[in-house]
């Protein structure tokens, strides 16, 4: 035995109160070890790209299920959808509206398109305003707009 695991056993007279002992002291190491992870799964999880953010989250449940407290499909989506941007509401909402039920996979094959079209249209975004001041500009040019009614001689 280590000298930590050693210090927790001196007074104990037999290997089945040994045994007990460290039983107790495991058990209760993995019911910390399980609440910490199920906050972590809490935790936010900001700025990150939609793959990262599946990623840490499948470190957890993984990290859940070897301690011996797996977590069920819907308890794992419940955990991805939880700390998503508003911009993922919309999603959210035709998923859990759904009656049939989704797979974990499936979730994160449509949260990472879905991510890209996000991505899509910030850039589109992105780029209208500068098409917009350059119309802008043109058109509040007097030189570059037609003159009705007026000639010059």
Known sequence: MTTPILTKMIGLCS????WGKLQVYYASQTRAKIIKLKTQLKAPKHDRSIST?????KKIVDMLGATGSSLTNEEHLEAIFYDLSKEYE???????SCLDPYTVEDIEAL????????????TQDHLLPQAHLATTRSSSNPISRPMSGFHIS
């Open 90 to 96: 919309s999603f959210i909402t035709a998923v859990t």
């Open 53 to 57: 953010y599946l990623l840490d989250i």
């Open 15 to 18: 290997a089945s109160q040994i």
């Open 111 to 122: 949260l990472m398109a879905h991510e890209e079209r996000l991505e899509r249209y910030k």
